[in-house]
């Protein structure tokens, strides 16, 4: 009786937090919405989030099919973000654009957590540059006028996997069907079906 008891309140339990994970999935899904343009079915998990900072929903968009647990941003200045059919991103992976071509990720992309695709440095090499882009993001948000950060298009093919950790930097090329080991820094371009080892940058 006790054990049937306690296995109730785990049911119980369980489906509370099954519901609670949906809701949140849900208010996520309704988010993402309103920066992007999203296709059919595709999913946002409860830590999902979209910043287009820029404000045209057309910057961001996500194919049909795909579940986003991580996190899309493009700046206020510039940036473009072009996602295919399902796609995966895992939690903690951020994928950022201050490019105008931008990153485009083809269909079947599977990328694991903590990865980072990024086509920009995010702030200035000069360091006078980055401490005022620095003050003006903190006074009123990322600046619409380009304060001089480096940036170059980003483009990953079909059936790519990249694994947990992985970096794949500003102007890289990443053909059909590779595959990003975890930690891995890819720096140039990755042909088609090659396999980037572990922990090794890619010059």
């Given at each position: 009786?006790?054990?049937?008891?306690?296995?109730?309140?785990?049911?119980i339990?369980?489906?509370?937090?099954?519901?609670r994970r949906?809701?949140?999935?849900w208010?996520?899904t309704?988010?993402a919405k309103?920066?992007?343009?999203i296709?059919?079915?595709?999913r946002?998990?409860a830590?999902?989030?979209?910043?287009?900072?820029?404000g045209d929903r057309?910057?961001?968009?996500?194919?049909?099919d795909s579940?986003l647990?991580?996190?899309l941003q493009?700046?206020?200045?510039?940036?473009r973000i072009?996602?295919?059919?399902?796609f995966?991103l895992g939690?903690?992976s951020?994928v950022?654009?201050s490019?105008p071509?931008?990153?485009?990720?083809?269909?079947?992309?599977?990328?694991?957590?903590g990865?980072?695709?990024?086509?920009?440095?995010s702030?200035?090499?000069?360091p006078?540059?980055?401490?005022?882009q620095?003050?003006a993001?903190?006074k009123?948000g990322?600046?619409?006028?380009d304060?001089?950060?480096?940036?170059a298009?980003?483009?990953?093919?079909?059936?790519?996997?990249?694994?947990t950790g992985?970096?794949?930097m500003?102007?890289?090329?990443?053909?059909?069907?590779?595959?990003i080991?975890?930690g891995?820094?890819?720096?140039?371009?990755?042909?088609?079906?090659?396999?980037?080892?572990p922990?090794?940058?890619v010059?």
């Amino acid at each position: 009786m006790i054990l049937y008891g306690r296995c109730s309140r785990m049911r119980i339990f369980s489906t509370i937090l099954a519901l609670r994970r949906r809701f949140w999935s849900w208010i996520a899904t309704g988010a993402a919405k309103e920066n992007a343009t999203i296709g059919p079915r595709t999913r946002f998990g409860a830590g999902a989030e979209i910043f287009n900072i820029h404000g045209d929903r057309s910057r961001v968009s996500i194919g049909a099919d795909s579940h986003l647990d991580g996190h899309l941003q493009v700046f206020a200045h510039e940036g473009r973000i072009e996602i295919g059919d399902w796609f995966f991103l895992g939690a903690g992976s951020t994928v950022w654009s201050s490019d105008p071509i931008g990153i485009k990720i083809g269909k079947r992309v599977l990328v694991s957590s903590g990865v980072v695709i990024h086509d920009t440095n995010s702030h200035p090499m000069d360091p006078e540059k980055r401490f005022e882009q620095t003050r003006a993001i903190f006074k009123a948000g990322h600046p619409r006028i380009d304060p001089g950060i480096r940036s170059a298009p980003v483009t990953i093919g079909d059936d790519v996997w990249i694994g947990t950790g992985a970096m794949i930097m500003k102007g890289v090329t990443v053909g059909d069907r590779a595959i990003i080991s975890a930690g891995a820094i890819v720096r140039s371009d990755v042909p088609s079906d090659a396999l980037v080892p572990p922990g090794r940058p890619v010059k």
